[in-house]
């Protein structure tokens, strides 16, 4: 049987009408204690049609680990009624919707962090100041921060929890050779840079139980010859693999440098790899923008979900278009 987008398709036990949703990308319109608000709410339900499912943007799990001064956040309960919004929206329009969260380590925003933390003292570039090298304590109060965080989302309503280890953030940051240069048991070996996220799924496992829907979003290469590879970051999923029931595959961020090029479907290839190595339904993102393009990938069995992004903030009907609706 060939998949095509309009193919229903399952992550974990939720059943998804299609296999077109729509990938997280930032607003920057919270306010400054990080609530969501009526432009939430209006933007996300414009955008809920055609697709099966959303992925917000990415969400702070730590007043400390906001992306930007303008980040929406689920670090306190006071949040959770802003988001429970947002979800009513979406779901009137017969669509699911995930939370992405997130913590920005040594990428948080100077404006609003009071201390800058990441695995090794090693600044991203020079508009970031040098982190803290963080403490056991440092560990286990970010474990906290996402376990709070698990049980917000639930609160909340969301369908789906997306955990973002992507784009040089604080988990990518435990993952990369380049940001990570420990030498205690976070450190080092494959199994003790992916420590800090098997414990984070872990703790959220223990909020939202087995049947509940958790992602991660990685990226798959880092664009440098000592940063990960595809395969690399297929290796360090398999240890957390148990606890997980897709893969979203973006790429970059660990570096401030970009890749040589950006053409249609540029980052397939990575997604392709990935899933030579895991059992589980493999997103795929990057200039995915045709139809044709789309369901090539799927037939080609290179991905089995496809998400598109910035179209969607020009056209919130892009969705519909495409699937030919």
């Known amino acids: ?14 059943q998804l009408k299609n296999r077109l949703i729509m990938a997280p990308m930032q607003t920057n319109k919270g306010t400054i204690e990080s609530f969501a608000n009526d432009f939430h709410v209006k933007h996300y339900a414009d955008r809920a049609e055609g697709v099966s499912m959303m992925i917000i943007e990415s969400t702070a799990v730590s007043s400390n680990g ?87 989302s639930l609160q909340a309503g969301f369908d789906g929890i997306e955990l973002h280890a992507a784009h040089g953030f604080l988990l990518q940051e435990f993952l990369s050779p380049l940001s990570n240069l420990r030498t ?29 829907p958790v ?37 970059g961020g660990i570096l401030p440098n970009q890749p040589l090029t950006t053409h249609e479907g540029y980052q397939v290839p990575y997604a392709a790899v990935i899933k030579q190595y895991v059992k589980l339904p493999i997103i795929a993102v990057g200039r995915i923008y045709t139809p044709n393009l789309a369901n090539a990938i799927l037939a080609d069995r290179l991905a089995d ?10 056209d919130p009907l892009y969705a519909k278009k495409m699937l030919g609706q």
């Open 215 to 251: 992602i991660i979003r990685v990226s798959a290469s880092e664009f440098s010859p000592e940063g990960l590879t595809p395969v690399d970051v297929a290796n360090a999923l398999t240890y957390v693999e148990c606890y997980l029931d897709a893969v979203h595959v973006s790429a």
């Open 66 to 152: 906001r992306l930007f001064a303008d980040d929406i956040g689920i670090f306190s309960d006071a949040h959770i009624e802003p988001l429970k919004q947002i979800v009513n929206a979406v779901h009137e329009k017969e669509t699911k919707i995930f939370i992405q969260l997130s913590h920005g380590g040594r990428k948080s925003s100077p404006k609003v962090t009071n201390r800058l933390i990441g695995p090794s003292p090693i600044a991203y570039d020079d508009q970031y100041s040098e982190p803290n090298e963080m403490t056991e304590e440092d560990i286990a109060q970010v474990i906290e921060d996402y376990r709070l965080a698990a049980r917000r």
């Open 184 to 212: 205690d048991r976070y450190g080092g070996s494959v199994e003790n840079r992916v420590r800090l996220l098997r414990e984070v799924l872990e703790a959220i496992r223990l909020e939202v139980g087995c049947d509940y």
């Open 1 to 14: 049987m060939i998949n095509t987008i309009t193919s229903p398709v399952k992550i974990g036990n939720l």
């Open 305 to 314: 979900i496809i998400a598109i992004g910035r179209p969607l903030l020009d």
